[in-house]
């Protein structure tokens, strides 16, 4: 059986991911200046959040916390893994065709409850449009999640990190395609082009949302085939096995229920500020990419490797993954939240700030992205601390602590959006998440030695964030220094990249300096 090298599939899940965001910026930057904030683009932007709120719930949520445990355990003892891993398959496959199905049915229901602020204007019309046309991608992600699940806990990384890069190749595609091959027939609809184009933009994209998941799903299936994993489609059972699997989901499945209740109150809120979904869209863009970058690939990694050492009864193996992995988190994280809160104009202006998007938006993405950035550490911690649970297969307790983190989001969201405007919504996602991170870390001192930081990590955590303090000065200094270059059409581009990897160099200098991480301890790490 193929050891899981943490560090080293902390790097191979980061760098594919990295290449994913870099990809999703760009799909970003072209559906900012060619849609801006206007209808067709918090239209699609409500229909894709769609199927992608219930791939969270069903899929990388509920389900794979479960499966993902279950399948390791049996990969170590040797149990028939690939048959666990079969029927799960074709269970899941069964379930979300009917789904599916529903979900296309009842869309105008799901549109109003994602965005109640559309009814009565063309958004809402837009976004039942676009979102029965994209639905059908829950089902091909989802058992995109379970094939990447396997590979996973197998130790084999690649292929599952690599998938969401076809997404973002697809949507660029459909962004280009979608305006490119637009044609003036403005005067059969009485329709402006520029306003036409849009539409035709806005259908395409739609399209290739369920295009965009077959891909993901055709190649993790083909690296789960070559790993001696072959899913075929079968007439579906409910053995002793998917029971079990039934009764350790179903706490889980309530927390991601809650989880995206609070997308839904954020959601809502914004629908009523006219650009909020938008604004808020794109600042999450910004703070997702240091988030997916590291916080997504500890917590595809640590999963399995946590639930095959405590699955070995390897205690002290536990204790050392953990710590490392939040050590990891943070040394990465701290520098980006600081950046997030020290330069976050130049970030959106520059990236953003054309065609549609104007300076007002930009203003107001800016805004969002510092109130996620303090939220930052949190987001990544919760990635850390939930598979502590779930290796031991305990889904309840996330599941209360999510419903407290629920009702901040919620008394937030809704308590302020009257007297701060969409920022509510932003800063009730970052309180509701520091709030779930302080349950985590309190339920987690019952485990025992395996559940807590070690003293190394200790001694490190606040070098390195003496670090991202020196940083961000240096960050904001180089801001200004830079200010009149970042404001020209010509050397913005550059003068942002100077800014970032300026920052970037004096950070792992410092860090370096201070004691916080050393390049020695990475090179022994990812041999290991």
């Given at each position: 059986?193929?050891?899981i090298?943490?560090v ?8 594919w ?7 999703g ?6 559906m900012?200046a ?5 209808p067709v ?6 229909a894709f959040s ?16 479960a499966?993902?445990p279950m399948f ?9 893994p690939?048959?666990f891993?079969?029927?799960?398959f074709?269970?899941m496959?069964?379930l979300?065709t009917l ?10 229901g799901?549109?109003?409850?994602m ?5 009565g ?6 976004a039942v449009?676009?979102g029965?046309?994209?639905f059908?991608?829950?089902l091909f992600?989802s058992?995109?999640a379970?094939?990447?699940g396997v590979?996973?806990?197998t ?13 973002n190749v697809?949507f660029?595609v459909?962004l280009?395609?979608?305006r490119?091959?637009g044609v003036p027939v ?8 520029d306003?036409?184009?849009r539409?035709?933009t ?13 891909v993901?799903?055709?190649?993790v299936?083909?690296?789960a085939?070559?790993?001696?994993f072959a899913m075929?489609?079968r ?12 009764v350790i989901?179903v ?9 995206q209740i ?6 809502q ?5 006219d ?6 869209s794109?600042?999450?863009r910004?703070?997702q990419?240091?988030?997916g970058v590291?916080g997504i690939a500890?917590g595809?990694?640590?999963l ?5 050492r405590?699955?070995a009864?390897?205690e002290a ?6 710590s490392?992995?939040a ?24 990236l ?5 998007f ?6 107001a ?6 109130i996620?950035g303090?939220?930052?550490?949190a987001?990544?911690?919760q990635?850390?601390?939930?598979p502590?649970?779930y290796?031991?297969?305990d889904?309840?307790?996330p599941?209360?602590y999510?419903?407290?983190?629920m009702v901040?989001n919620a008394?937030v969201?809704?308590?302020l959006?009257?007297?701060?405007g969409?920022?509510?919504?932003a ?7 520091w709030a779930m991170?302080?349950?985590l870390?309190?339920g987690?001192?019952r485990?025992?030695p395996a ?21 961000g ?9 830079l200010?009149t ?7 913005r581009?550059p003068?942002?990249?100077l800014?970032?990897?300026?920052g970037?160099?004096c ?5 370096h ?14 041999r290991?």
């Amino acid at each position: 059986m193929k050891p899981i090298r943490l560090v080293t599939g902390f790097l191979t899940v980061g760098v594919w991911t990295l290449m994913s965001r870099v990809l999703g910026f760009a799909r970003d930057i072209l559906m900012a200046a060619i849609l801006g904030t206007g209808p067709v683009a918090e239209a699609f932007l409500i229909a894709f959040s769609l199927p992608n709120m219930f791939r969270r719930f069903f899929a990388e949520g509920a389900f794979n916390m479960a499966f993902v445990p279950m399948f390791a355990k049996k990969l170590e003892s040797g149990e028939q893994p690939e048959r666990f891993a079969q029927e799960a398959f074709v269970a899941m496959a069964a379930l979300l065709t009917l789904f599916t199905v529903i979900g296309i049915v009842a869309m105008p229901g799901l549109v109003w409850l994602m965005a109640s602020g559309f009814a009565g204007d063309e958004r809402f019309g837009l976004a039942v449009e676009y979102g029965r046309i994209a639905f059908p991608y829950i089902l091909f992600i989802s058992l995109a999640a379970l094939l990447s699940g396997v590979l996973n806990a197998t130790g084999r990384f690649a292929a599952a990190a690599a998938a969401p890069v076809l997404l973002n190749v697809v949507f660029i595609v459909a962004l280009l395609g979608g305006r490119l091959l637009g044609v003036p027939v403005e005067n059969a609809f009485g329709l402006g082009l520029d306003k036409l184009l849009r539409l035709q933009t806005g259908s395409t994209l739609a399209a290739s949302v369920p295009i965009a998941g077959l891909v993901q799903l055709l190649l993790v299936w083909w690296a789960a085939r070559r790993a001696g994993f072959a899913m075929a489609w079968r007439r579906p059972r409910l053995t002793p096995d998917l029971r079990r699997l039934t009764v350790i989901a179903v706490p889980a499945l309530l927390a991601g229920g809650v989880v995206q209740i609070n997308l839904l109150v954020g959601r809502q809120v914004a629908s009523h500020f006219d650009g909020a979904v938008a604004w808020l869209s794109y600042a999450d863009r910004l703070y997702q990419l240091p988030l997916g970058v590291i916080g997504i690939a500890v917590g595809i990694v640590l999963l399995p490797d946590l639930s095959r050492r405590l699955g070995a009864g390897d205690e002290a193996g536990g204790q050392g993954a953990f710590s490392r992995a939040a050590e990891f988190s943070l040394a990465m994280t701290l520098p980006a939240t600081v950046a997030l809160l020290v330069i976050p104009m130049p970030l959106v202006s520059v990236l953003f700030q054309r065609g549609a998007f104007g300076p007002d938006d930009a203003a107001a993405t800016a805004l969002a992205v510092m109130i996620y950035g303090l939220g930052l550490p949190a987001f990544v911690l919760q990635k850390c601390y939930q598979p502590l649970f779930y290796a031991r297969e305990d889904t309840r307790s996330p599941f209360r602590y999510a419903v407290w983190a629920m009702v901040v989001n919620a008394a937030v969201a809704i308590g302020l959006s009257p007297v701060i405007g969409f920022a509510a919504a932003a800063l009730a996602t970052t309180l509701a998440g520091w709030a779930m991170v302080g349950l985590l870390w309190a339920g987690a001192r019952r485990m025992g030695p395996a559940a807590r930081l070690d003293a190394r990590f200790r001694s490190r955590i606040w070098r390195i964030a003496l670090a991202s303090a020196g940083m961000g000065v240096i960050l904001w200094l180089l801001q200004v220094v830079l200010i009149t270059w970042l404001g020209s059409p010509v050397s913005r581009y550059p003068a942002l990249a100077l800014l970032v990897g300026g920052g970037i160099v004096c950070y792992f200098a410092l860090a370096h300096l201070f004691g916080g991480m050393r390049i020695t301890d990475l090179r022994r790490a990812v041999r290991r």
